[in-house]
């Protein structure tokens, strides 16, 4: 994709009110927390798109809704100790 259509993405997105998200979001390299795009996907199909979003969330919550990847759990309780 070139320079100026992934500007016109952005504008048309803008315009329909979507938001474009990355893994970026949720990963924290200063606390080695990194998402793959399996658990990245997993998170956003949870509503967790961002360090924000885990501040809905109690870390028992957060347990019972990833009981089958611990790995997403350990990434997110990780997250959930510092940002809330």
Do not use: H
Not at 26 to 33: S, T
Not at 70 to 76: C, E, P, T, Y
Request: with cysteine; glycine share 6%; proline share 1%.
């Amino acid at each position: 994709m070139g320079q100026a259509t992934l500007q016109e993405l952005y504008q048309i997105c803008e315009e329909q009110g979507i938001k474009l998200r990355s893994v970026e979001e949720l990963n924290d390299r200063e606390r080695g927390v990194r998402f793959d795009d399996f658990l990245c996907m997993d998170a956003f199909r949870m509503g967790i798109k961002s360090k924000d979003d885990l501040r809905r969330y109690s870390l028992e919550e957060l347990e019972k809704m990833c009981p089958k990847d611990k790995r997403l759990f350990a990434r997110l309780k990780k997250l959930k100790t510092v940002y809330g």
